[in-house]
């Protein structure tokens, strides 16, 4: 694959029905963005280059295809462009294939280009077992990675048949495998079967309540940190916050969201963000849209704060702390730049973890995160 061959696979922007023929200003996102207008974009220097996938046969057949990647696209384009050192690229949409598994071929050869050449890519989808091709961008190269997923359900739900209800199943399940570890933030409980939760754990992945979430937000950014995939369905958010979210009138607020989205932006190891769940003729008065719109800014913030951090090796740029606990020997770093925290694992590896994991190891108690993490060496 190449980028002239994933050409074949997309659809230009059509910048005059996203700017309504009144273009943008100087100062706006809209005048700063490469986008695949007429001419495919020199995207070297991208540090965040956006993909739409108006996909939505996954939620069943009365849906084929959604116009959300650009009515977010018309609000995104619209804010105030503060980053400056943040180059984004646009490459338009994945065509719509003729079936449903052609999408995901699509936009898995797409995925899987722009991540082997460096790049941070947004998925604006189309339904959220458009995952499964994200994934799959990994899986076609034999890598073996880590998956954060924001939803207010675990996908799981053998009764159904619609893949956006149950493409979890194959994720966990399929061989070869390629998931190294499972965290699922913002599950919501009266949605979930005791039983389901029971099954996560026995494969030592680990779920976040949206109360718990919600208490102390800054503990999911280590999990998001050390991710390589990073999926979003909006029904995680409020309906007051997300009104094209029919699934729940509770959930994660609209700050809080973007707080999840600016902690993927700031990860070096999490490069690609699916973004989905977003149905248009739901929406009112595109709340939705600028929200999501706002989500994306704060990835590019994210990656604006990441760009201060200094690399692991470079110990002058990180306070070191060597402590023992529970007969382990280990060292716990915090950047002097951005105040993150990581921990050594007894292979000596660095993981990210919280100032919570340290002053649980401080005390004399293994951090969860430390067993966890030590048990999938």
């Not at 059509?14 to 007429?38: C, P, R």
């Not at 890519?121 to 994934?135: E, K, M, N, R, S």
């Not at 007894?346 to 048990?375: Q, T």
């Amino acid at each position: 694959m190449s980028l002239e061959t994933i050409i074949d696979f997309l659809e230009p922007v059509n910048i005059a029905m996203i700017s309504q023929d009144e273009g943008f200003k100087d100062t706006q996102l809209g005048k700063h963005i490469a986008v695949y207008d007429e001419d495919f974009p020199d995207i070297s220097d991208a540090d965040m280059v956006l993909v739409g996938c108006g996909e939505m046969r996954g939620a069943g057949i009365q849906y084929t295809h959604t116009d959300a990647p650009d009515t977010i696209r018309s609000e995104f384009y619209k804010l105030f462009h503060w980053h400056t050192a943040v180059q984004v690229a646009d490459l338009g949409n994945v065509k719509c294939g003729a079936t449903m598994q052609d999408s995901y071929a699509a936009l898995r050869m797409v995925v899987n280009e722009l991540i082997s050449l460096g790049k941070k890519v947004v998925i604006l989808g189309g339904t959220h077992d458009l995952t499964t091709a994200q994934y799959q961008a990994y899986a076609s190269d034999g890598k073996i990675i880590d998956v954060a997923c924001v939803d207010a359900r675990i996908d799981m739900d053998m009764e159904s048949v619609l893949p956006e209800d149950n493409f979890l199943v194959d994720m966990f399940t399929g061989m070869p495998n390629h998931l190294r570890h499972y965290n699922h933030i913002g599950f919501q409980s009266y949605f979930m079967h005791p039983q389901m939760l029971e099954t996560i754990d026995k494969l030592r992945f680990d779920c976040y309540r949206v109360g718990k979430v919600k208490e102390d937000i800054s503990e999911m950014e280590p999990a998001i940190r050390n991710s390589e995939l990073f999926s979003f369905d909006m029904a995680a958010i409020q309906y007051a916050h997300a009104p094209s979210n029919h699934v729940t009138p509770n959930g994660f607020n609209g700050e809080e969201a973007c707080t999840l989205m600016q902690y993927a932006g700031m990860s070096h190891t999490c490069n690609s963000i699916g973004i989905y769940g977003y149905v248009p003729a739901r929406d009112q008065h595109s709340m939705t849209a600028k929200q999501i719109s706002h989500m994306l800014w704060y990835v590019m913030d994210g990656i604006n704060k990441g760009k201060t951090e200094a690399p692991l090796d470079d110990r002058t740029a990180f306070n070191e702390f060597t402590m023992a606990f529970a007969e382990v020997e280990t060292v716990f770093l915090q950047s002097k730049r951005t105040g993150r925290w990581w921990m050594q694992l007894h292979d000596g590896k660095y993981v990210a973890c919280s100032y919570r994991d340290y002053l649980i190891a401080s005390s004399n108690d293994i951090p969860e995160r430390w067993l966890r993490a030590a048990e999938r060496i």
